[in-house]
């Protein structure tokens, strides 16, 4: 899947030419997301790492089982707000969500969309068998989004990770199987999912 629209989003991989706003936002938000986001606090923004990064996740679409990562693009001027991935690393049949938002576009439910849509698109076009949502229990903003989405809270995970400091901290594993998707509110947030010409690949 090569990108999705939502209401008030495009969901789309990478282009080259998003590397100069990718460092600019990167740049803007390095604090906000540095609480969270232990990667954050090692990414560079200069426009050529920021090419080089795109190049990669450009080419990561293009591979089976590997990380699927879009940015949140306003669906009608363009501006990229966030990004969002789908990720191969919880095992067969199963994708991980993770997400984040500029501080500006925080609080107006777009990652709660972007969430939904691709929740939908983990299980109508990856046919996945479960879709999972990590997060550290102190980032209840984070949390709200796969619990507003009908995720079950399956475990809190004691020590299972690190937070951007280096610290030991837990993990919240959020979790929707395939036969409760109809049920959830994923399924309220509407979408058309497009292959990489552009051709419409699933809707609901
Ligand atoms: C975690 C994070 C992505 C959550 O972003 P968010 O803006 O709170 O989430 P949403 O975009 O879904 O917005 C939800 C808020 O918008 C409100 N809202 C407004 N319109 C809405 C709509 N149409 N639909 C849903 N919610 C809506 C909700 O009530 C909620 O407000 P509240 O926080 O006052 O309860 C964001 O805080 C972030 O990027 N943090 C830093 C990085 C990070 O922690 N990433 C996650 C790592 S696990």
């Not at 777009?110 to 980032?139: K, M, Q, S």
């Not at 690190?162 to 409760?180: K, N, Q, T, V, Y």
Request: hydrophobic share 40%.
């Amino acid at each position: 899947m090569y990108s999705v629209r939502t209401e008030r989003l495009l969901v789309r991989g990478y282009e080259p030419t998003d590397a100069a706003a990718s460092g600019e936002l990167l740049k803007a938000n390095l604090e906000h997301l540095a609480r969270w986001m232990p990667w954050a606090t090692m990414e560079a923004t200069t426009i050529d790492s920021r090419l080089a990064w795109i190049r990669r996740a450009r080419a990561d679409l293009d591979r089976p089982a590997s990380d699927l990562v879009y940015g949140i693009f306003d669906g009608s001027s363009g501006e990229l707000m966030g990004g969002i991935g789908l990720h191969a690393r919880v095992g067969p049949q199963a994708l991980e969500i993770g997400y984040w938002i500029s501080v500006a576009h925080e609080g107006r439910g777009y990652v709660t969309e972007a969430a939904g849509a691709l929740t939908r698109v983990a299980f109508d076009v990856h046919r996945v068998a479960r879709v999972e949502i990590h997060c550290d229990p102190r980032n209840v903003r984070s949390a709200a989004v796969p619990r507003r989405l009908g995720y079950t809270h399956d475990a809190t995970l004691r020590r299972r990770a690190l937070d951007p400091r280096g610290r030991e901290c837990d993990r919240m594993i959020w979790s929707l199987f395939a036969d409760e998707l109809g049920a959830s509110a994923a399924t309220k947030v509407r979408y058309e999912a497009f292959d990489a010409l552009g051709r419409s690949v699933a809707r609901g």
